[in-house]
Nanobody, 115 residues
Framework: QVYFVESGGGLVQPGGSLRVSCATS????????LGWYRQAPRKQRELVAA???????NYADSVKGRFTISRDNAKNLLYLQMNSLKPEDTAVYYC?????????WGQGTQVTISS
């Protein structure tokens, strides 16, 4: 069973913007805190942004002020708006519950920042 499906990644120049999306089931979306994670080559996966069912958000210091996590309750969609992108933001981006559930990991979506 697929729990999370990410989309919207791509190649962006430094300083550019990108929005990635994540679809999940209504049950997970409604009752779970959710997060965006990323894994860069040769690095551990890290939580970059989180949102509770009450829309309380939290961000890693490395993305604070540049990334915005949001949710569309009508569509069961989770978004990550990424602005002022840097080469170090290059990674595969995943969504999951927060804390993450091992069985929920999807394929992720590749985000590459390069000129």
């Amino acid at each position: 069973q697929v729990y999370f499906v990410e989309s919207g990644g791509g190649l962006v120049q430094p300083g550019g913007s990108l929005r990635v999306s994540c679809a999940t089931s209504r049950t997970i979306f409604t009752f779970r805190a959710l997060g965006w994670y990323r894994q860069a080559p040769r690095k551990q996966r890290e939580l970059v942004a989180a949102i509770t069912p009450a829309n309380i958000t939290n961000y890693a210091d490395s993305v604070k002020g540049r990334f915005t996590i949001s949710r569309d309750n009508a569509k069961n969609l989770l978004y990550l708006q990424m602005n002022s992108l840097k080469p170090e933001d290059t990674a595969v981006y995943y969504c999951n519950s927060n804390p993450a559930a091992q069985s929920y990991w999807g394929q992720g979506t590749q985000v590459t920042i390069s000129s």
